[in-house]
């Protein structure tokens, strides 16, 4: 019954912001490692950011680093993912994804998480 749900996505100008927020139930939040990964039409699922359980420590891809933060509010269970400077690059489907058991060197691998949202959509058009 662990479920998450993403939210937030839409269409932006190239140069605008859009802010996501994973919504999460059906485990205790705070235990959970939370990531964004994003997919584009024809590309693999790529890490964009994390934030560790406990320590709240985030991580991002070189591609977003700067622009982008993730945050998360364990009381509300939820993680957010304010999204600056958008570039039309940026235009994919965003997942969140959550584990429990999770070293920081493997925070980019899709494989390594048991949770998964249903995505939603960003569009950052040129």
């Known amino acids: 019954q662990v479920q998450l749900v993403e939210s937030g996505g839409g269409m932006v100008p190239a140069g605008g912001s859009l802010r996501l927020s994973c919504k999460a139930s059906g485990l205790t939040f705070n235990r959970y490692t939370v990531a964004w990964f994003r997919q584009a039409p024809g590309s693999e699922r790529e890490f964009v950011a994390a934030?560790?359980?406990?320590?709240?420590?985030?991580n991002y891809s070189n591609s977003v680093k700067g622009r982008f933060t993730m945050s998360r509010d364990n009381a509300k269970s939820t993680a957010y993912l304010q999204m600056n400077s958008l570039k039309a690059e940026d235009t994919a489907v965003y997942y969140c994804a959550a584990d429990q058991n999770l070293i920081t060197s493997s925070m980019g691998i899709v494989s390594q998480y048991d949770y998964w949202g249903q995505g939603t959509q960003v569009t950052v058009s040129s």
């Open positions: 934030i560790k359980r406990y320590s709240s420590n985030t």
